[in-house]
């Protein structure tokens, strides 16, 4: 699955990360499969979940990417062109590889990790991905398109518990707050000063960051 091997490599360089394991050896695209494994108090039929299981000190984790998703990138590359076609999918594969690589970059130096940090932390990297990929693409002024794609045409799940729910609206209202914060920063791609400030915001911690974004 090169794809998802080349969001991991670029999700680990964009923050400095060492490689903790690769994500293909732990992706899943059977349903059946991670019905079995989701062991959540509301499992649902999502086309994209990180399956977690905790016993002690072990961690079991595996990735669940429908293969609708994985069919639809392969049709339409997004590396090549991020488009309509395949901007919905792109961004689940990518939320799971974000998802993962924060989980266990975080496991190996034995720093705990709550499940809004995570989603909080995959806005940030949805977006940040997206406005690079298409300015490799040389398409311009995409910021404002994007923004109001992932954080203000948002529909969620109407089978999430009131707990789950203000979960997510929680990411998604910081998420959207920081990359308006740092909108100068985009000016500046794999700058410096645009590294260094993704780089500080990734290794805050769930209290840290929505204290900093509200600065």
Request: include cysteine; charged fraction near 25%.
């Amino acid at each position: 699955m090169e794809l998802i091997g080349i969001l991991q490599d670029h999700v680990e360089k964009l923050y400095e990360l060492k490689r903790i394991c690769d994500v293909n050896d732990f992706i899943i695209t059977d349903p059946k499969i991670a019905k079995y494994l989701d062991t959540s108090v509301n499992p649902r039929s999502n086309i994209e979940k990180l399956l977690i299981q905790q016993d002690g000190n072990n961690l079991d984790i595996s990735l669940y990417i429908d293969e609708s998703l994985l069919s639809t990138l392969k049709r339409h590359n997004p590396i090549i062109s991020l488009d309509l076609s395949n901007i919905s999918a792109f961004l689940c594969v990518l939320e799971g590889v974000s998802h993962f690589v924060y989980l266990t970059w975080h496991a190996n130096y034995d720093q705990p990790v709550s499940l809004f940090e995570l989603e909080l932390q995959a806005e940030v990297d949805k977006f940040v991905t997206c406005v690079l990929l298409l300015k490799y693409q040389n398409i311009e002024n995409a910021y404002d398109q994007l923004y109001q794609q992932i954080f203000l045409d948002v529909n969620f799940d109407s089978s999430l518990t009131a707990e789950e729910l203000l979960r997510y609206q929680n990411a998604n209202y910081y998420a959207a707050l920081y990359c308006q914060k740092i909108k100068s920063l985009f000016r500046r791609f794999y700058k410096r000063s645009f590294l260094n400030e993704l780089r500080r915001f990734y290794r805050m911690n769930h209290w840290s960051k929505p204290a900093y974004i509200n600065k």
